[in-house]
């Protein structure tokens, strides 16, 4: 069992304080912390600070702070953030059950099919979780997961009109503090990368019902829809991209992403090339295949922040020591908002 041995307040150079309590195993110390600005308008309740410090885990607080001063200095430009979608900008609790992710949320509008697809997630999904199956062979394994689900979904005859209705009845739900940190980086001209293995056009559907607006600085790389005039699905656009193969790479592999608002190929080659210049990168996810999401990307600085969500007993040893940061129980979003906030406060811009 873990035990709290001492109490330190760790002063971080230029206004960013960190409380950090250090815990010692039998062997080894690690640290626990929060970010906490004082006299800043963004800081919650003293109660919820106390929640989001006993959720929040960091073992190298130091390393941080030297990240955080290399991405302060080289400013906003050279910057980007990169997160997963589902349980991560999604929670993964949602009214005391599992939320849905955006495969999950469909339904088809024909039983069928529905049930079809549910088969091949109770055949595939204890696979893609296995850490006995080796890599290269779960990938094919992947592979045929998503294309058997896209043909059902095609065969199926999916519309646009079945996916708004699934959204709407659905019990997705943003982290709390989603909104606030994406008008931030709008606001700084950020671009958020938001990287998926589900569904583009369900994951829009649920920022336009959830959030109620849209964000420029915002652009969705996941497998996105073609439908015909009727309004059904016909194919998919670009390569397909499953959980195992979701890094930056996927930016040149997926489709041109946006079609519907008259964004010509050229100007979108032009936008993924600015993005490859922004090597300074914040990294959200709750896998820990989600840190290959920067792999084409050849950063110069990452700040990691992991999302442990489940399991955490098992899981916390490895997700300490391959994330900079982990938030636990389904925490809501305040922690990396105040963390951005200092990176680019408003004075410093
Ligand atoms: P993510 O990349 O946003 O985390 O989404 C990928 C998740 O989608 C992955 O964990 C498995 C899940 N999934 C389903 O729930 N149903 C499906 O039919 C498929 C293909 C994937
Ligand atoms: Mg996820």
């Not at 941080?64 to 999604?90: E, H, M």
């Not at 697809?117 to 394994?141: F, G, M, N």
């Amino acid at each position: 069992m873990l035990i709290i041995n001492c109490c330190t307040r760790f002063h971080a150079p230029s206004s960013i304080r960190i409380s950090v309590v250090r815990r010692r195993t039998h062997s080894q110390t690690h640290s626990f912390c929060c970010f906490g600005h004082e006299n800043n308008s963004l800081a919650k309740s003293p109660m919820e600070q106390s929640n989001l410090s006993a959720n929040t885990v960091m073992d190298h607080p130091r390393a941080l702070t030297d990240k955080i001063n290399l991405i302060r200095d080289a400013g906003p430009s050279k910057f980007q953030v990169i997160a997963d979608f589902d349980a991560t900008l999604t929670r993964y609790r949602v009214n005391g059950l599992r939320g849905q992710t955006s495969h999950g949320l469909l339904q088809q509008g024909n039983a069928y099919y529905d049930a079809k697809r549910q088969a091949l997630y109770d055949h595939y999904h204890p696979l893609e979780i296995s850490p006995l199956i080796p890599v290269d062979e779960k990938t094919k394994l992947m592979e045929e997961w998503w294309s058997k689900t896209h043909e059902l979904l095609i065969e199926g005859g999916l519309t646009y009109e079945a996916i708004k209705k699934s959204v709407a009845d659905s019990s997705i739900a943003f982290r709390q503090g989603v909104t606030e940190l994406f008008e931030f980086l709008e606001k700084k001209e950020i671009p958020v990368l938001i990287f998926s293995a589900g569904l583009a056009d369900v994951i829009e559907e649920v920022l336009r019902q959830n959030l109620h607006r849209t964000f420029k600085n915002v652009k969705i790389v996941s497998n996105r829809m073609v439908f015909n005039d009727d309004g059904q699905l016909v194919s998919f656009k670009g390569k397909l991209i499953h959980v195992l193969n979701k890094n930056e790479h996927a930016l040149d592999m997926a489709a041109p992403l946006h079609d519907r608002l008259g964004v010509d190929t050229a100007e979108e080659d032009e936008e993924n090339a600015n993005m490859k210049k922004r090597t300074n990168v914040l990294l959200m996810g709750d896998h820990l295949g989600d840190l290959r999401m920067s792999d084409g990307l050849n950063y110069e600085t990452r700040i990691s922040i992991g999302f442990l969500n489940d399991n955490i007993e098992k899981s916390l040893e490895s997700y300490r020591e391959a994330f900079d940061l982990v938030y636990l129980n389904d925490a809501p979003m305040w922690g990396v908002l105040e963390l951005v906030s200092q990176l680019f406060s408003t004075e410093a811009s």
